[in-house]
């Protein structure tokens, strides 16, 4: 009955749903271009792409923060000088969920590109031969061959994403406080908001129960659909 938590929720699985499969066909896609590479090429780009990882996501989201004010934000900056209207981007209801999945998607692709790179790097080259010998594409290549032996890294990408996706918070804390108008405020959000600002520590406890029984269904789920024929 509680509509804040209900609101909360949906923004939640918003930002599962768009992160887990946008985060995994991205970062195989990277990790497909960059694994045959040379070694000190390949190291560049994975230095590159895990940078935000490293860097933390307080100094990320600051940095973004600035890019997206809406007054002497860079972004606004750029529009004006091509003659457009500066957009409100984290200041308005229907930009701000967006503007926070984008972000959570730059300190997330860092780690599945590292993992797919390696199990990309360790698939049987001889299957891969024996496939190309009778005929098979690149496409059937990586159908038949790439994608069963490297369907482990990809589980664990996604359940691994999806927990810190239904984690989000500091980034929703450093950015908009859940605002405006409760657009961006997600279960995790919520639950530190009735804890620490609040003091409902047992309505917090309650929301931690919930979001612990959905991210375990969401698991469940993902190794049923995901787990199909693996070999570990």
Known sequence: QDKIFIKSAINTVIIVVVSVPVVTAFSLWVGSAIYK??????????????L????GSVAVTVVWKWMFDKYDGLLNYIIRSFGGQPLPWTSGESMALGC????LLTTS???PIVLY???LGNVDVSLEEAARVDGANDLQVFWRIKW???MPTTLYVAVITTINSFQCFALIQLLTSGGPQHSTD???????TNAFTLYRYGYANAVGVVLAIIIALFS???FKTMNTGVEY
Do not use: D, E, W
Not at 186 to 192: A, Q
């Open 100 to 103: 926070i999945i984008l972000i």
């Open 148 to 150: 069963p032996s490297i």
């Open 52 to 55: 935000p990882v490293v860097t």
């Open 117 to 119: 790179v390696a199990a």
């Open 109 to 111: 692709i860092g780690q």
């Open 220 to 222: 469940v789920l993902q």
């Open 186 to 192: 997600t279960v995790m959000y919520y639950l530190y």
């Open 37 to 50: 590479m040379k070694s000190s090429v390949r190291s560049f780009y994975r230095c590159v792409f895990y």
